[in-house]
């Protein structure tokens, strides 16, 4: 079995995030953005400076499958957000 480690996402770890990021926003089923949205602009809604945080999941082998983010409170109906989404392929081999 194959140990996953959760830690805070740094720089480098965007291209292996957007990699398996890049298909499922472009399927349209989970996001709310333009399916077509670029990535430097997909990287800035998803990477947070503090109080926002995101987090990367990976195995031992540094594969990425999986991402999340939580972001400071918003005003509104719904004052929280968040969100996760994970690579299929990677998690089916991790």
Not at 9 to 36: K, L, N, Q, S, Y
Not at 48 to 55: N, Q, S, V
Request: with cysteine; hydrophobic share 35%; aromatic share 10%.
């Amino acid at each position: 079995m194959t140990k996953t480690r959760i830690r805070a996402a740094a720089a480098d770890d965007w291209p292996a995030i957007w990699r398996f990021m890049r298909p499922i926003v472009a399927a349209g089923e989970t996001f709310a953005w333009a399916r077509d949205i670029p990535e430097q602009e997909a990287r800035t809604r998803w990477c947070h400076e503090p109080p926002g945080r995101t987090f990367v999941a990976r195995n031992l082998t540094y594969c990425s499958y999986g991402s999340t983010l939580s972001a400071g409170r918003r005003m509104g109906s719904a004052p929280r957000r968040g969100g996760y989404c994970e690579s299929e392929e990677d998690h089916a081999t991790a």
